[in-house]
């Protein structure tokens, strides 16, 4: 069983809901991450949060908000998306701390689909 | 800038013929890691490898094995006798030294397809 979970593994919404993604990982990390994996486009960072610290990328647009209420669970909550924002929607965690040496766990992804 | 190219998108071979998958990366920083990733089907990456840039030893498990080359910024992985299960999306990826949160950069991908 995967150390990390996402729910819901697919989601279908409208251009006017709402809706949350969630992931929770179970390894003691102390860093989560939302991707985004588009056909034919590299992984995309989205979010980092380490050690309380956020990081974001600015080219992310507002209508993806992220919510890490504590180190295990996080989420992305999302309104009044695009259809271009149809994607994989990947979580991941890791080890915080100095050094780029730490590898990420990542979850199963959310296929998401705008309609 | 940090930069990471797998130049082949797609590669497909027939079961137990050998594979080489390039990766080829671009950074100022003089210390960094390099890994590379597997995606299945099922959609989770999984950690195959990681590789500081002063470790300059190839690796290799079972009938997996990585070549990192720093004079041609380069960390292509090998296959050898391939098996369909290995069918997937390969990816390399490059993350500086830093403090904090680990910020990889991924190449594009190669799917690989092992033909029965």
């Known amino acids: 069983e995967t150390g990390v979970t996402q729910t819901p593994r697919h989601l279908v919404m409208g251009m006017t809901n709402k809706k949350s993604l969630k992931c929770e990982q179970h390894?003691?990390?102390?860093?989560m991450y939302w991707y985004k994996q588009s056909a034919k486009k590299p992984l995309e960072l989205m979010f980092v949060?380490?050690?309380?610290?956020?990081?974001e990328n600015n080219s992310v647009p507002s209508r993806f908000s992220p919510e890490c209420p504590n180190s295990s669970h996080l989420f992305l909550h999302l309104h009044t998306l695009q259809p271009e924002d149809s994607a994989l929607y990947l979580c991941?965690?890791?080890?915080?701390?100095?050094?780029?040496?730490?590898?990420?766990?990542f979850g199963p992804g959310t296929r998401l689909t705008v309609t | 800038a940090q930069k990471v190219t797998q130049a082949q998108t797609e590669i497909s071979v027939v079961e137990k013929e050998d594979v080489t998958l390039d990766c080829v990366y671009e950074?100022?920083?003089?210390?960094?890691?390099l890994f590379w990733y597997k995606q299945p089907p099922s959609g989770e990456l999984v950690f195959l490898i990681r590789r500081n840039s002063f470790d300059e030893q190839n690796e290799i498990s079972g009938r997996y094995s990585w070549n990192f080359q720093k004079s041609t910024s380069s960390f292509n992985f090998t296959i050898t006798a391939s098996q369909v299960v290995d069918s997937a999306v390969y990816f390399c990826a490059l993350n500086p030294f830093i403090q904090g949160a680990q910020k990889l950069v991924f190449g594009q991908g190669t799917r690989l397809t092992i033909n029965p």
């Open positions: 991941a965690s890791s080890q915080g701390g100095t050094g780029g040496f730490y590898e990420q766990y």
């Open positions: 950074t100022r920083d003089t210390t960094y890691y």
């Open positions: 390894l003691g990390h102390n860093a």
């Open positions: 949060y380490s050690l309380e610290e956020r990081v």
